[in-house]
């Protein structure tokens, strides 16, 4: 059965950070190009960042670059994003996901398998 499962979610204040985390099981995570998706209320679902198979390339959108930074550990079928310098306009539902894409991408169609998502909210 495949599963991914992000955790690490919450309340931070502005200028905070937090670590998600996505942890996968069923498929062989190693073979997978990974992202992290968010989507606010009234609001499309964002590709924010990517990373491919063995993690030597990542994508990060305008909206997250230099503030967010994307990493997987194959051997613990894990991926993270930690997220620093949060504003109350990264408040959103964040979701991992997993596509056979060979490179980054933040394409929803190109992603096979996703996670339930975990809410993270900005707010003083």
């Known amino acids: 059965q495949v599963q991914l499962v992000e955790s690490g979610g919450g309340l931070v204040q502005p200028g905070g950070s937090l670590r998600l985390s996505c942890e996968a099981s069923g498929f062989a995570f190693d073979l997978y190009t990974i992202g992290w998706f968010r989507q606010a209320p009234g609001k499309e679902r964002e590709g924010i960042s990517s990373i491919s198979r063995g993690g030597g390339n990542t994508y990060y959108a305008d909206s997250v670059k230099g503030r967010f930074t994307i990493s997987r550990d194959n051997a613990k079928k894990m991926a993270y994003l930690q997220m620093n310098s949060l504003k109350p306009d990264d408040t959103a539902v964040y979701y991992c996901?997993?596509?056979?894409?060979?490179?980054?991408?933040?394409?929803?169609?190109?992603?096979?398998?996703w996670g339930q998502g975990t809410q993270v909210t900005v707010s003083s």
């Open positions: 996901a997993a596509s056979n894409y060979f490179a980054p991408t933040v394409r929803t169609g190109r992603y096979n398998y």
